[in-house]
């Protein structure tokens, strides 16, 4: 096995999305290495350089997440086989083939979503929601005075006289393209034209999108775009019924240079361009999901003229290409906390060359616009009852209130409750573990995966799984998973996983100096083998304390003690079970029945934005009336970390919970003595 060497001799090869590395000696192909790693890469030929389903696009320069620094000679040199292909078929610049590409030195690899074996399933879609429709942009069928010499006039002059004489539409303007293509459409429609026009905001004037020869039978679109740390997906709605015709969703490609937030702030430091690559890069893949999501809906691109994005701050500024340098230390100042502006063109987003770009407002430094669009779907601020809402992601954000007033912070969970640094995590795709029970008796597992309705232990699960196996385990899973090892005694309030003596099963196996727990081995049949790890249990652990104790803060903030009920929003949120959250400690102690999914809020308070201009205005007053709590210079934060870490809580007595579900008390620490004594460690004596 290549991973069988000296590991301080040997270059490390990291993957991403997925976050798995190894060393591996000089010469190795990629395509080699993330197979012995479980990487999920593609290949149809077998490494013969024909079938270039094996892309990858490596990463250069530092990253200080992975502890690496990428020379430009960390790959072997662009061969004949690649040339030839991208000569032939074509390949994105940068972009190298897995089986050609052999290790030099130190790499960090992205595998691309289309090179990926299990095509990633984005959960973000979009709501059921009822929404008042007032859209920015509205089509006008106008019957226009034809030139005439002795009233000398422009055919524009006309066409905006026709608008305010049939319309009541004063001041309209129109940009160059509009002049360009203005008269054939004109004559061509013999003087009746439907127009396209953009009704103005506070900022800009009202202003013509589009023009159509007689009456235009067809309608005009807008995106709805959540743009996450990990995910982007955006909802294309028809402007004229307010229906959802198309939802897609890609990876971030930013990925490549960070799983959260932070390494990503690091590699703009670290890096002279970083910024300006994490720029470009999710620009290109903004507009790489836009034509899919129009091909997908048959729609014209030049049809989409209005656009409302929300995001979190550092995706806010490197979005829109501003360094996010000073998000990166205190006191963590924005450039912009205001709703934003802009044309198309700005971003270079290819949709129409006019259209209007509106990005709502950000609350404060690490609490930005997709928390805002949280607060327009949930509205908190309108609520009778003290609600929680927390849209559950990579970083957190999390909102309380109630009518008398609203607080808001945001937590770095980490990338851990989506699969990431997770020994056999992975992003939900078919085949990824989604649901788990555990016999607490006898202590054997049984699953679902992505894709199937049957359980692991019913009769015709190995069929239906054929196609895509069982590959790991996705965010919701490990979640599941951890609490129903604490459910049945196989980890302990403190986080350690038992031994065999301890636990009363053979599926906790010794690894390292720890105990994992085995899940399912398919080794015998070439497939996985997939276990929880102690240090998997510790990344939930870290993240989970992380969401509690934010929520915690706001409610000592507050002056509460408890919550009338817990919204949990986010594309991952509405995959969470409740009652297995509440085991591990993610949220406060509450009725089950008190805690309820949004789904994807942050995407329904887009689309609410973009279907109704007027909601526009009401978020950006809702937002400049929200308190900003800010965990980083909070003292409780760590003090409700620190005891937010054990499950569900170390002081914390959670009596809602203890009525439904009963938890263990039995402690597996070695140090502590009598494995009963309720994770109480003994002194040692001097």
């Not at 595998?111 to 095509?119: A, R």
């Amino acid at each position: 096995m290549f991973m069988n060497t000296d590991p301080s001799q040997d270059p490390l090869v990291v993957f991403t999305p997925s976050g798995k590395r190894g060393r591996f000696p000089k010469g190795t192909p990629i395509l080699t290495a993330a197979r012995q790693l479980g990487v999920d890469l593609d290949s149809v030929c077998g490494g013969r350089g024909i079938c270039s389903k094996c892309q990858i696009s490596p990463g250069y320069g530092q990253f200080s997440k992975h502890g690496v620094t990428v020379h430009a000679d960390a790959l072997s040199e662009w061969n004949s086989v690649e040339e030839r292909y991208k000569s032939k078929r074509g390949m994105l610049d940068g972009r190298r083939l897995g089986c050609q590409a052999m290790v030099q030195g130190d790499v960090v690899i992205d595998v691309p979503p289309e090179s990926q074996v299990h095509k990633q399933v984005v959960r973000k879609r979009a709501e059921a929601r009822d929404i008042t429709m007032n859209p920015s942009t509205k089509l006008y069928y106008v019957e226009v005075q034809q030139p005439d010499m002795h009233d000398p006039s422009g055919d524009l002059e006309r066409l905006r006289d026709a608008l305010r004489e049939q319309w009541a539409l004063e001041n309209v303007h129109a940009d160059l393209h509009i002049l360009q293509t203005m008269q054939p459409i004109l004559r061509k429609g013999d003087w009746k034209v439907t127009v396209a026009v953009h009704l103005g905001d506070r900022e800009n004037a009202p202003r013509i999108m589009h023009i159509w020869p007689g009456y235009y039978e067809g309608s005009v679109y807008g995106l709805a775009v959540d743009l996450g740390s990990t995910t982007i997906a955006a909802h294309l709605c028809d402007l004229q019924s307010g229906l959802v015709v198309a939802s897609s969703g890609i990876m971030n490609p930013q990925i490549r240079f960070g799983e959260d937030l932070m390494s990503r702030v690091s590699y703009s430091m670290m890096n002279a361009n970083g910024a300006q690559e994490m720029t470009a890069a999710v620009r290109e893949g903004m507009n790489a999901l836009f034509t899919q999501i129009s091909t997908e809906a048959h729609i014209d691109k030049a049809l989409i003229v209005d656009a409302v994005f929300v995001c979190n701050p550092v995706m806010h500024h490197l979005f829109l290409g501003i360094d996010p340098f000073e998000l990166g230390q205190a006191p963590f100042a924005l450039a912009t906390s205001n709703a934003l502006r802009l044309r198309a063109d700005d971003l270079h987003l290819n949709i129409h060359p006019s259209a209007r770009v509106y990005l709502l407002p950000c609350i404060a430094g690490h609490v930005g616009a997709d928390a805002a669009a949280v607060a327009l779907s949930e509205a908190p601020d309108k609520s009778e009852d003290l609600v929680l809402v927390v849209d559950v992601g990579t970083n957190a954000e999390i909102l309380l209130g109630n009518r008398e007033k609203v607080l808001a912070c945001s937590s770095p969970t980490g990338p851990a409750f989506e699969g990431a640094q997770i020994s056999s995590g992975q992003r939900a795709a078919p085949g990824a573990i989604e649901r788990v029970e555990i016999d607490p008796v006898t202590k054997e597992p049984r699953f679902r995966v992505i894709g199937c309705e049957l359980w692991s232990d019913e009769d015709g699960f190995d069929e239906a799984i054929a196609d895509s196996g069982v590959t790991g385990i996705c965010g919701s899973g490990i979640i599941e998973m951890v609490a129903e090892m604490r459910m049945a005694g196989i980890v302990d309030a403190p986080g350690l996983i038992g031994n065999p003596e301890q636990t009363g099963t053979d599926r906790c196996i010794l690894d390292g100096r720890t105990y994992s727990y085995l899940v399912y081995d398919a080794t015998d049949r070439g497939g996985p083998r997939i276990t929880v790890t102690n240090r998997d249990v510790r990344e939930i652990q870290m993240a989970k304390a992380a969401l509690y104790s934010g929520a915690r803060l706001l409610m000592d903030k507050f002056g509460v003690d408890k919550v009338d009920r817990i919204v949990l929003a986010g594309a991952f949120g509405a995959h969470i079970s409740p009652k297995h959250a509440m085991v591990l400690g993610m949220i406060p102690d509450a009725p089950l029945d008190k805690v309820t999914s949004a789904g994807n809020a942050a995407g329904t308070g887009a689309r609410i934005a973009l279907l109704n201009r007027e909601a526009r205005m009401e978020i950006e007053e809702t937002v400049r009336a929200i308190h900003k709590v800010e965990t980083a210079i909070e003292p409780r934060f760590q003090e409700h970390f620190v005891n937010a870490s054990a499950m569900p809580n170390s002081v914390e007595p959670f009596p809602i919970l203890n009525s439904i579900v009963h938890l263990p008390t039995a402690t597996f620490n070695t140090g502590g003595g009598d494995k009963t004594d309720g994770g109480r460690r003994r002194r040692r004596r001097g």
